[in-house]
């Protein structure tokens, strides 16, 4: 990473003229959005390395945690009592079929 000179050269900025401090504040705001640009790249590869690095820990975890055993659902419970289920409530209340064909008549 470079280190750039961060006071401005006043000797420069006192004794020149418009053009010059409009071309000085140009090549400033220039490097200021070069860096910016930077700081966000450098932050996207942080995010990532901290999110393998995450991902990581977590599988570590995973593995040292016992699993436990897995439940068995009887059959008679898989359904709802009324045998119904919620898809076949969705439409429940339309009573007009549509035709088997939609093309033009």
Known sequence: MNHYK???PWEFLLSASRNS??????????????LRK??????????EENSAAML?????EQRDRPQPAPEAV???ESLP?????????????RSV???ANRGPA
């Open 21 to 34: 401090l409009q071309s000085y504040e140009l090549s400033r705001l220039s490097h200021a959005a070069n």
């Open 38 to 47: 930077e700081i966000g790249a450098l932050l996207d590869l942080w995010l």
């Open 56 to 60: 990581a820990r977590w599988l570590m």
């Open 6 to 8: 961060t006071q401005p």
């Open 74 to 76: 009887p059959p008679a």
């Open 81 to 93: 009592k009324n045998g119904n289920t919620a898809s076949d409530n969705f439409f429940a209340e």
């Open 97 to 99: 079929r549509l035709p």
